[in-house]
């Protein structure tokens, strides 16, 4: 009776025991996976290994591409407006400009509109930010931050913290480079700041390559011997572009669109890099361009010697930052590997929008066109996601929050736009019923100096077409209307020709060639125009507030 008494009693043990192994380890298997957010500046897809452009054989982002590599690429990321506050805003609210209200470069999100950090923050992360924020108001949102002021210096920057006083008025300042500064910051966070009992969320942005491209003076000879190869399109832009960005016989090509090259008269590359020259900044008035220098643009023999002397310069310059930013992620994943973390942190990787690096003869961002217009991106995450996955499924700035949020163990808030991709990151195929198009607008309209005209426009995976209305948002010819006249730079009074420009991405990939009056092309043109009225409908991206610009898109629909 004894013995029968025992084994009852051992098997109740052994099934105790059991269950309580079963039960730790339900609770391993479920414990959230911390997240690394990094973000670079202007970062665009030519300056990588892993996206197979003209410059990747100069092995710029060995860590990048290995971290790539090891995880999942995205060959069609995009922005939904190329220019650094509208995007952040996309990315931490999940919407669209005109949903966030961000514009341009002087929007803003307060904190109870940082959706993201709240959103992780109820999932039980601990969130931090470190780096370049560009959204005006405090990041109060995140349990953490340090950020720089505005865009930040290179050199020696000062940070912005939490303290006594109220925002911005508590700051630090630091001795350095911004890009070893920032890692710094995060590797210190990392190590003495955060709770290890609590997944973390760690937003780390790099100011790194914004221009001036002030590299840390480490890498002042790397590529100094080195010729990088050049775009075809610096010296001949063949039939890209319109009347829109061209003017009637190519004379407006001396206004629209920041140059390598003389070609722009009121802002060219040689203005901002040549710090020790006479034309540093030297930067014109459009109202002070006299009628006669709207003549078409020709290239001779020494122009395209200067134009690649700048280009060499400017991109070993614009390399260079890259490369130290590519050494600062490599600091982040030694600490990663040290701390055994690698494997149990979803680590993403991507740039605030592209970047123009001479293509068509242009510099900076804010075109629809395809390197200004594709951001990098790529997410590591071995539990879920299979090393060496590549897909080409249409993916855009709206849809990070959604899809991070998603990670996370939470569900998309019904006030995003944007739309979870984690079924893409995990099995590698693309839904059926995933989205075919993505939808892009540059508010802005000729400004600070760079000079590009504002446009929307619709992308798919074979085609684009763009619609240059040519105008501000806010009406310039209504004597009573209010905007900043002061602000830098800008020539928002002036309107530009309306235009459409459309793109075959399979046949003409580089767009070198405006194929929209190309009767072939018709029908393809006309389902394009039925998708760009849905996405703007759908998005709230309509021009109902802006009579003064919906005038132009139907005077012009049907062109």
């Known amino acids: 009776m004894r013995c029968k008494k025992n084994n009852v009693l051992y098997a109740l043990l052994l099934l105790i025991v059991f269950s309580s192994c079963k039960e730790e380890k339900a609770v391993i298997t479920e414990k959230k996976p911390n997240i690394i957010y990094i ?51 996309a990315i931490i609210t999940g919407q669209n400009s005109q949903l966030n209200g961000v514009l341009d470069l002087d929007g803003r999100i307060e904190p109870a509109r940082q959706f993201l950090p709240i959103e992780m923050k109820k999932l039980g992360y601990q969130t931090a930010v470190v780096g370049k924020w560009h959204l005006k108001e405090e990041p109060a949102a995140f349990d953490y931050y340090k950020v720089l002021p505005g865009q930040g210096n290179y050199f020696n920057p000062e940070f912005r913290i939490r303290g006594d006083k109220p925002w911005p008025g508590n700051t630090v300042q630091t001795k350095g480079h911004s890009s070893d500064m920032v890692t710094d910051i995060s590797l210190d966070w990392l190590k003495n700041e955060r709770d290890p009992n609590k997944p973390f969320f760690l937003v780390h942005q790099f100011k790194a ?17 080195t010729f990088i190869p050049e775009p075809e399109s610096l010296y001949e832009r063949g039939n890209n572009g319109s009347i829109a960005t061209r003017g009637k016989n190519d004379s407006l090509t001396r206004i629209i669109g920041s140059s390598v090259s003389h070609r722009n008269l009121i802002r060219n590359q040689a203005m901002n890099i040549y710090v020790d020259s006479s034309i540093h900044r030297a930067y014109r008035d459009a109202d002070k361009i006299r009628p006669e220098e709207y003549v078409k643009w020709e290239m001779d023999e020494e122009e395209k010697k200067y134009t690649s002397k700048v280009y060499q310069d400017y991109v070993k310059k614009y390399l260079r930052c890259v490369k130290g930013v590519d050494d600062n992620v490599k600091r982040l994943m030694d600490y990663l590997e040290a701390e055994g973390l690698m494997d149990n942190t979803i680590i993403v990787y991507t740039g605030d929008q592209g970047f123009m690096l001479g293509e068509h003869d242009f510099i900076d961002k804010r075109w629809m066109y395809e390197e200004s217009m594709r951001m990098p991106f790529f997410v590591r995450y071995p539990e879920k996601i299979k090393a060496g996955t590549r897909t080409d499924a249409i993916i855009n700035n709206t ?161």
């Open 39 to 89: 973000m670079a500046d202007d970062h665009t897809t030519q300056g990588f290994g892993i996206y197979g452009s003209r410059l990747a054989k100069l092995n710029p982002t060995p860590t990048l591409d290995k971290i790539a590599k090891e995880g999942i690429i995205f060959d069609n990321c995009f922005v939904s407006n190329s220019i650094c506050t509208p995007s952040r805003a």
């Open 209 to 225: 390559p914004h221009d001036d491209f002030e590299n840390a003076p480490r890498y002042e000879e790397y590529l100094a011997d």
């Open 399 to 559: 849809d990070f929050a959604p899809t991070l949020i998603e990670m996370a163990g939470g569900s998309t808030p019904d006030y995003m736009q944007g739309k979870s991709f984690k079924t893409i990151l995990e099995t590698g195929e693309e839904p059926a019923d995933w989205q075919k198009s993505t939808y892009y607008r540059y508010w802005m309209h000729m400004a600070h100096r760079h000079q590009n005209p504002a446009h929307f426009g619709v992308r798919t995976k074979d085609h684009k077409l763009i619609f240059f209305y040519g105008k501000y948002y806010v009406d310039t010819s209504d004597p009573n209307a209010e905007w900043d006249k002061e602000n830098w730079g800008n020539d928002f009074d002036t309107d530009t020709p309306a235009a459409w420009e459309f793109y075959d991405l399979k046949k003409d990939p580089k767009e070198m060639n405006n194929a929209y009056g190309d009767p072939a092309y018709a029908e393809t043109i006309a389902d394009l125009k039925k998708e760009l009225l849905r996405l703007r409908e759908d998005l709230n991206e309509t021009d109902e507030k802006y009579p003064h610009i919906q005038k132009v898109i139907d005077a012009h629909w049907n062109d």
